[in-house]
């Protein structure tokens, strides 16, 4: 019977504690949110610490789930918002070892290094501007329309429109200078 109910209203009883309700709407959206996730780290470790992070927090966000958009809608904002804060932590981290000696900095560099070695769609996602960066992670990851896109990050259709078309120029250009 549970299995039909709708996402806002088992956000609703998950919300209240019920566990049963929450353990569905992580069953239904998991691979979802973990795809999302993948798309805005490149890694799949990085993706994977994200997911878990959104997760253990999720319980508590659900108190603020309004219902005023569809479940999705704003698990793909929490999403975002959680990997911004990431972003965010990572570079003061980087700001505070900048002082712990040459060593730990080769090794930090050589990681990094290691992580640039991916592949060119990875190292090409990774290189766009991060609000360029969700919207395809929306618009071609998780398969959104522009209107959809538009909903999840509050801005027109128009916008997403000019951002898909920065992506598509961003690409041209990392292809010309490949090529070169």
């Known amino acids: 019977m549970r299995m039909k109910t709708s996402d806002e209203a088992l956000a609703q009883a998950a919300s209240g504690g019920d566990a049963e309700a929450f353990g569905l709407l992580i069953r239904r959206h998991y691979d979802r949110l973990f795809r999302l996730c993948w798309r805005l780290c490149g890694h799949r470790a990085d993706a994977e610490d994200l997911c878990h992070d959104i997760l253990a927090a999720l319980p508590a966000k659900l108190r603020g789930f309004r219902g005023d958009a569809a479940f999705t809608t704003w698990l793909y904002r929490v999403a975002l918002n959680a990997n911004t804060d990431r972003a965010r932590k990572a570079q003061r981290r980087r700001v505070a070892r900048d002082g712990w ?80």
């Open 101 to 180: 000696g040459e060593d730990f900095q080769r090794r930090a560099a050589e990681a990094e290094e290691t992580r640039e070695a991916q592949d060119w769609l990875t190292t090409a996602m990774r290189s766009l501007p991060p609000e360029l960066r969700e919207t395809v992670a929306l618009t071609l990851g998780e398969d959104l329309t522009q209107a959809e896109t538009a909903q999840v990050l509050g801005l027109s259709e128009g916008t997403i429109a000019w951002r898909m078309s920065e992506v598509k120029r961003h690409l041209k250009e990392m292809a010309t200078e490949e090529a070169k």
